[in-house]
T-cell receptor, first 115, second 111 residues
Framework: NAGVMQNPRHLVRRRGQEARLRCSPM?????VYWYRQLPEEGLKFMVY????????ESGMPKERFSAEFPKEGPSILRIQQVVRGDSAAYFC?????????????FGPGTRLTVL | AQRVTQPEKLLSVFKGAPVELKCNYS??????LFWYVQYSRQRLQLLLR??SRESIKGFTADLNKGETSFHLKKPFAQEEDSAMYYC?????????????FGQGTTLQVKP
């Protein structure tokens, strides 16, 4: 089991471009979480998804950010019209069952740099 | 407000010395507390959770509801313990399991 996969590991975008971050959960996991880590800060929850459903998006900025977890394929975090403040490490985690009592397994993260 | 505070950004100790990484939380319901660790060039991984009441790699943490704390302790630090440590909280009444993280503490164990 390769664990949670994220790609790309590093992504550079210019202001105004779109960024797409991908997360493949661990085999057998159907729950995906996205977290963002700004420089010098801890991880901040963004969104929780199950297959084809957004369960909790209370941490997502209201504009430009969206997430999906289709029936087939990886979960995608999409940031439109990126700004310098979007530069951060974005981590994905997956768990296998009832969210509260199942361990979340983290991916290596995608480091987004906005020029 | 739900919040996790780790007051120390950096903790530096010598090998063999006791270690205590502080974590305080604010949560109105019944929380579940975790410690996650990130070793150099590795991904974030779960170290221990209060509900398990176990010791991992010599580390223990006790949930003190009166002081709203969940400090991580180890009696004798090893060089391989050097890493970034994050305290995190999840609400038991929450149906999402999202984690609220502290800012993290870098533990540096000197030889």
């Amino acid at each position: 089991n390769a664990g949670v996969m994220q790609n790309p590991r590093h992504l550079v975008r210019r202001r105004g471009q779109e960024a797409r971050l991908r997360c493949s959960p661990m085999k057998g996991h159907s729950h995906v979480y996205w977290y963002r880590q700004l420089p010098e800060e801890g991880l901040k929850f963004m969104v929780y998804l199950q297959k084809e459903n957004i369960i909790d998006e209370s941490g997502m900025p209201k504009e430009r950010f969206s997430a999906e977890f289709p029936k087939e394929g990886p979960s995608i975090l999409r940031i439109q019209q990126v700004v310098r403040g979007d530069s951060a490490a974005y981590f994905c985690a997956s768990s296998g069952g009832l969210a509260n009592y199942n361990e979340q397994f983290f991916g290596p993260g995608t480091r987004l740099t906005v020029l | 407000a739900q919040r996790v505070t780790q007051p120390e950004k950096l903790l530096s100790v010598f090998k063999g010395a006791p270690v205590e990484l502080k974590c305080n939380y604010s949560y109105s319901g019944s929380p579940e507390l975790f410690w996650y660790v990130q070793y150099s060039r590795q991904r974030l991984q779960l170290l221990l959770r209060h509900i398990s009441r176990e010791s991992i790699k010599g580390f223990t943490a006790d949930l003190n509801k009166g002081e709203t704390s969940f400090h991580l302790k180890k009696p004798f630090a090893q060089e391989e313990d050097s890493a970034m440590y994050y305290c995190a909280l999840s609400g038991r009444s929450s149906n999402t399991g999202k984690l609220i993280f502290g800012q993290g503490t870098t533990l540096q164990v000197k030889p």
